[in-house]
């Protein structure tokens, strides 16, 4: 059974940081596009940033940029968002996600999910 698993949420100032993990097991995807998401409550989920397989590549929402970065240790099945600056906005359900494909568009559609971990910036 496939599973990602975030952890790493919980509740920051506003200017703090926090980073998020997300570990996969039941399968690897050293070899896959993989994201992280954001769902605020009354909104839609939206896309927050992407890291190519290698992790040479990577994209991120213009509301974040600058500001989080994604990276992903294959070895470890793991991928992370350092989130810096947190802005009360940033408050969320983060989700992991990976595409069952090493190419193509990061913006893509995500084959598998995460359960998500929250995230709490007060002001």
């Known amino acids: 059974q496939v599973q990602l698993v975030e952890s790493g949420g919980g509740l920051v100032q506003a200017g703090g940081s926090l980073r998020l993990s997300c570990a996969a097991s039941?399968?690897?995807?050293?070899?896959?596009?993989m994201g992280w998401f954001r769902q605020a409550p009354g909104k839609e989920r939206e896309f927050v940033a992407a890291?190519?397989?290698?992790?040479?590549?990577?994209t991120y929402a213009d509301s974040v940029k600058g500001r989080f970065t994604i990276s992903r240790d294959n070895a470890k099945n793991t991928v992370y968002l350092q989130m810096n600056s947190l802005k009360p906005e940033d408050a969320a359900v983060y989700y992991c996600?990976?595409?069952?494909?090493?190419?193509?568009?990061?913006?893509?559609?995500?084959?598998?999910w995460g359960q998500g971990t929250q995230v709490t910036v007060s002001s």
């Open positions: 890291s190519n397989w290698s992790g040479t590549i990577s």
């Open positions: 039941g399968r690897t995807f050293n070899r896959n596009i």
């Open positions: 996600a990976a595409r069952s494909t090493s190419y193509g568009n990061l913006r893509g559609t995500y084959e598998y």
